[in-house]
């Protein structure tokens, strides 16, 4: 079983920045970062395959949010910027056994705890 830890949430203004950390207990493949405001359902924010060759990035963070991973050490990061009141929610690393990045939150095996990230205008 594989665990996963987010960090860097946190407080920042409109236009501020944050990097979203999450480190893994064991290798995984393909991770994901999802997020989840009040009252609505959770959704994909980014997603990145093993090599990192195939990235996904939902159209309302297109240009200002990166994931990225370092696979010597089990982590993958969530930059960013330009941060809207609309970006506020919790926010989850996720991670499954198959290469291939998917937008789909069934479709992976692990989940963080998640960390909040809130926008202030």
């Known amino acids: 079983h594989v665990q996963l830890v987010e960090s860097g949430g946190g407080l920042v203004q409109a236009g501020g920045s944050l990097r979203l950390s999450c480190a893994a207990s064991?290798?995984?493949?393909?991770m994901g970062w999802f997020r989840q405001a009040p009252g609505k359902e959770r959704e994909v924010v980014a997603a990145?395959?093993?090599?990192?060759?195939?990235?996904y990035y939902a159209d309302a963070v297109k240009g200002r949010f990166t994931i990225s991973r370092d696979n010597a050490k089990n982590t993958v990061y969530l930059q960013m910027d330009s941060l809207k009141p609309e970006d506020t929610a919790e926010y989850y690393c996720?991670?499954?056994?198959?290469?291939?990045?998917?937008?789909?939150?069934?479709?992976?095996?692990?989940w963080g705890q998640g960390t909040q990230v809130t926008v202030s205008s």
């Open positions: 990145i395959g093993w090599c990192g060759d195939n990235r």
């Open positions: 996720a991670a499954r056994q198959i290469s291939m990045p998917s937008i789909l939150l069934n479709d992976y095996d692990y």
């Open positions: 064991g290798r995984t493949s393909a």
